[in-house]
């Protein structure tokens, strides 16, 4: 027995960016998206087939007079103001969760009341989201993937904590525990639990989904974030947990196939990608 996990999939920010990059592209228009418009090659392959050009921030300092998509992970001021310059209209997918989280990052900064305050973002260097954050305030931020990275924070300093959307909310509120008992001194913490329900909610689901099954093919790009964590959280549910980009690479794995199986994905793995995956398995079966 096969089965899709119905929770799983596009969260609510990609659905959007997707809907209006299919709604320009309809129109017959010729439409830019500033870096993949999700982390899933076979979207991103699928929108480029529909006409969809995907370029880099490099790339798009030299452009005028076009249209360029934002997708859902948000971008720095420095952005608009380079769409503006070159006369570039923007279609902006920046999820509303990601914008409400710079627009709380921006008035931290703003309203710092010493110099003895650090901003602390939980979240991957180099990732889109973090970049847009980091872009709110000028960079003047520590960024910390783990507790492995906490030698770079000052706790005899006060300290802003907040977190990429897509973060774990269990990674999130260890994290806080921890720093909380590494204050020194009179310091104090505050902290903003930033991360998407959306996504977070993932997780209590995928271990219901993990435990109900005896192998599970997780679906996931191999640059989505959030398809790591979900995948390291279901393959400690379940051993026998297995992670795919597409059909093909289902050929190599050794897996049982008259045992239940369950698919499930990120929340960039697109439904149809989950669709391929199972008829490759029931292809494989017979």
Not at 34 to 44: A, M, P, Q, S
Request: proline residues 3%; negative net charge; contains cysteine.
């Amino acid at each position: 027995m096969i089965e899709i996990d119905k929770k799983s999939g596009f969260c609510f920010g990609v659905v959007n960016a997707i809907q209006k990059a299919e709604d320009e592209l309809a129109k017959g228009q010729t439409l830019y998206s500033l870096g993949d418009i999700v982390h899933n090659g076979k979207e991103v392959e699928r929108l480029a087939n529909m006409g969809l050009i995907t370029i880099d921030h490099a790339q798009f300092e030299q452009l005028h007079d076009v249209k360029v998509l934002l997708r859902a992970h948000g971008e720095p001021p420095s952005t608009y103001e380079i769409a503006k310059r070159n006369n570039i209209t923007i279609v902006d997918a920046s999820c509303p969760v990601v914008l409400k989280l710079q627009s709380r990052i921006k008035k931290a900064y703003e309203t710092i009341p010493t110099p003895d305050t650090q901003l602390v973002i939980y979240g991957h260097h180099g990732h889109a989201e973090v970049n847009g954050l980091l872009g709110q305030i000028d960079g003047n931020a520590v960024v910390i993937e783990d507790e492995g990275e906490l030698d770079k924070v000052d706790f005899t300093k006060n300290i802003r904590l907040f977190s990429q959307t897509t973060k774990s909310l269990s990674g999130f509120n260890q994290l806080v525990e921890t720093v909380k008992y590494k204050m020194e001194n009179d310091a104090e913490l505050e902290f903003s639990d930033t991360i998407c329900r959306q996504v977070a909610n993932r997780i209590p689901n995928i271990t219901t989904f993990a435990k109900e099954n005896d192998i599970v093919i997780f679906v996931s790009g191999k640059k989505s974030s959030n398809g790591k964590v979900l995948y390291e959280h279901a393959k400690s549910i379940n051993e026998e947990t297995y992670i795919v980009s597409e059909p093909s690479e289902l050929v190599g794995l050794n897996i049982d196939l008259s045992k239940k199986i369950g698919i499930c994905g990120a929340t960039s793995t697109p439904r149809w990608l989950m669709e391929d995956v199972k008829a490759k398995l029931e292809e494989m079966a017979h």
